[in-house]
C-alpha cells in the first residue's frame, strides 16, 4: 500500500512542477516536456522490475539495503545517528561500530541520500525511483533551458530530443543510483554558467552551487570534465566579434590566457578538493579499475588502455581510443542482452548522423560551426574530456551505457544541431551551390537571425 501511495504522491508532485514549467513554451515543447516525464516515470518502473525480477540484484538494490538500515537505526536513535548520518553523507572516516557499505566514498554518501528518502518514503523503494526520476528530469529542464536561450527557434524541438528523450539517459536517471543524482545536478549547474555569462553573478552562482553539491559527493570527476568545458565555453565567448556574436573569431590573446587559466585552475582547485583525482593519482586508478576489469571479465568486457600504466601520461596515450570508445561503441553484434542492444541502436543511429556531418561539411568546418556558438562548444569540449575519463576507466559495456549518461545529452544536442544545420543549409541552396555549401561551415548564427526576422 505504501508503494502506492508514495508513487501517487511523486506522480502529483512531479505534473504540479511541470505544469509550473511549460507555462511560458510553446504547445509542442508542452508534449515533448510531459512525454519526457512519462519516459522517466515509466523507466523508474522498468528499473525496479529488472533490477529485482530479471537481476535479482544490483547496485540500487544494494543501495536500498544500506540506506534502510541507517535510516532505522536513525529511527531509533536521532541525537546518535544524525551525526552519524551527515559523517556518512560527507564521506567522514568508516564506523567501526557501525560498518556501512562504501563508507568513506561516493558509494557512502549514495547510502546516505537513499537512507534520507527512505524516511521520507517510508522506505518505498517505488516512491525513491519515482523522486529520483522526477528530479532527473527537471535537471534536464534546467539544462533544456541554456540551449533554448541561445539557439534557433526552428531548433528547439531536436534539442528538446536530444536533452530529454535519448533512450540510455532516460533509463539512466530513472533509478536509485549515482548517475541519476549526476545528471538532476548538471543542468542547474550548466545554467548556473550561462547565468554568470550573461551577467547575472548572484542567481548564476547559486544554480552552480546547488548543483554541484550532488556531483561533488557522488561523482566528483564530472566536475573536471565540466570545468573543462565552461573554461572552454568563456573562452569562446568572449573570442567571438561583438558585431552581432555571429562573425568569424576573432583571437584575442588576452581571452586564451585566462581561458588556458581558468581550465588549469579548475583542475587544480578540484584536484585540491579531491585528491583521489589528483593528477598524480590518477593514473593509479585508471590501471587498478583496469586490472579489475580483466580479472572480473564476463560477456561484456572489453580491455581500454594498459593496466600496467601507472602514470596519467601512459594512459593519455589511448585517449583517441577511450573517446572513440565511450561515443561509438557498443557495436550492434557486440550486444549480448536487451540493454546492450538498446544502447547500440541508439549509438548506431548518433554515429550515422555523426557521419553525415563530417562527409558533408568536414571536420573544419563543423569545428567552426560550433565555434560560432561557445555554449555548444564548450558542449564538445565537456563531452571529448567525460569520454575520456570513461573510456579509460570502463572495461565493461554494460556499465560503459550507464557511466557514460551524464554526456548523452549534451553529444545528442552536438550533433542534432550540426546535422539540422547541414540539412537547413542543403534546403535553401541551389543546386550548383550545393557542393560549395558542404565545404563551408553551416552558420548557425545566420540561422537565427533569419528565424528572428521571420518571426
Known amino acids: 500500500m505504501i508503494d502506492i501511495v508514495a508513487s501517487l504522491v511523486v506522480v502529483l508532485f512531479g505534473g504540479i512542477l511541470l505544469a509550473a514549467a511549460v507555462r511560458n513554451v510553446s504547445r509542442l515543447e508542452q508534449r515533448l516536456m510531459a512525454l519526457s516525464l512519462a519516459a522517466h516515470v515509466a523507466s523508474a518502473l522498468a528499473q525496479i522490475g529488472i533490477t529485482q525480477g530479471i537481476y535479482g540484484g544490483g547496485d540500487m538494490l544494494n543501495y536500498m539495503s544500506e540506506g534502510s538500515l541507517v535510516a532505522h537505526a536513525f529511527e531509533l536513535d536521532p541525537r546518535e545517528f544524525g551525526p552519524f548520518w551527515l559523517d556518512l553523507l560527507l564521506q567522514g572516516e568508516p564506523s567501526t561500530t557501525f560498518p556501512v557499505l562504501g563508507a568513506g566514498s561516493s558509494t557512502g554518501s549514495m547510502v546516505a541520500i537513499t537512507a534520507a528518502l527512505a524516511l521520507v518514503f517510508r522506505y518505498s523503494l517505488f516512491g525513491i525511483c519515482l523522486a529520483i526520476a522526477v528530479a532527473a528530469c527537471f535537471g534536464k529542464f534546467a539544462l533544456y533551458r541554456v540551449f533554448r536561450e541561445v539557439l534557433p527557434t526552428p531548433m528547439r524541438a531536436r534539442i528538446l530530443i536530444a536533452i530529454l528523450l535519448m533512450p540510455s539517459a532516460v533509463f539512466w536517471s530513472a533509478g536509485v543510483l549515482k548517475e541519476s543524482l549526476v545528471i538532476a545536478?548538471?543542468?542547474?549547474?550548466?545554467?548556473?554558467?550561462?547565468?554568470?555569462?550573461?551577467?547575472?553573478?548572484?542567481w548564476g552562482s547559486i544554480l552552480v552551487l546547488v548543483g554541484a553539491i550532488p556531483i561533488a559527493l557522488l561523482k566528483s570527476y564530472t566536475l573536471f570534465a565540466l570545468g573543462v568545458g565552461a573554461a572552454a565555453w568563456f573562452t569562446m565567448d568572449r573570442l567571438l566579434s561583438r558585431s552581432g556574436r555571429t562573425g568569424p573569431v576573432r583571437i584575442r590573446p588576452i581571452y586564451l590566457i585566462v581561458g588556458a587559466a581558468l581550465t588549469y585552475a579548475s583542475v587544480i582547485g578540484l584536484s585540491q578538493l579531491f585528491p583521489k583525482y589528483s593528477v598524480d593519482q590518477m593514473g593509479e586508478d585508471l590501471a587498478r579499475y583496469q586490472r579489475l576489469g580483466v580479472q572480473v571479465g564476463g560477456g561484456s568486457f572489453y580491455q581500454m588502455g594498459d593496466e600496467g600504466a601507472m602514470s596519467l601520461q601512459k594512459q593519455i596515450a589511448f585517449g583517441p581510443l577511450a573517446i572513440a570508445t565511450a561515443l561509438f561503441r557498443p557495436f550492434v553484434f557486440e550486444a549480448n542482452n536487451g540493454l546492450a542492444l538498446m544502447a547500440s541502436l541508439e549509438i548506431l543511429v548518433m554515429t550515422i548522423l555523426v557521419v553525415q556531418v563530417l562527409l558533408r561539411t568536414g571536420p573544419r568546418s563543423a569545428l567552426r560551426a560550433l565555434m560560432s556558438t561557445p555554449v555548444l562548444?564548450?558542449?564538445?569540449?565537456?563531452?571529448?574530456a567525460f569520454g575520456l575519463g570513461v573510456g579509460l576507466a570502463t572495461t565493461n559495456f554494460g556499465t560503459l551505457s550507464r557511466y557514460r549518461m551524464p554526456l548523452v545529452p549534451f553529444y545528442a544536442v552536438v550533433v542534432f544541431v550540426l546535422q539540422s544545420s547541414v540539412a537547413r543549409k542543403a534546403a535553401v541552396s541551389p543546386p550548383r551551390a550545393r557542393a560549395a555549401a558542404s565545404r563551408t561551415p553551416p552558420r548557425l548564427g545566420r540561422i537565427r537571425r533569419q528565424s528572428r526576422g521571420a518571426s
Request: glycine share 20%.
Open 377 to 384: 562548444f564548450g558542449s564538445l569540449v565537456f563531452v571529448l
Open 185 to 202: 545536478g548538471v543542468g542547474p549547474l550548466w545554467l548556473g554558467i550561462h547565468r554568470i555569462l550573461r551577467g547575472r553573478p548572484v
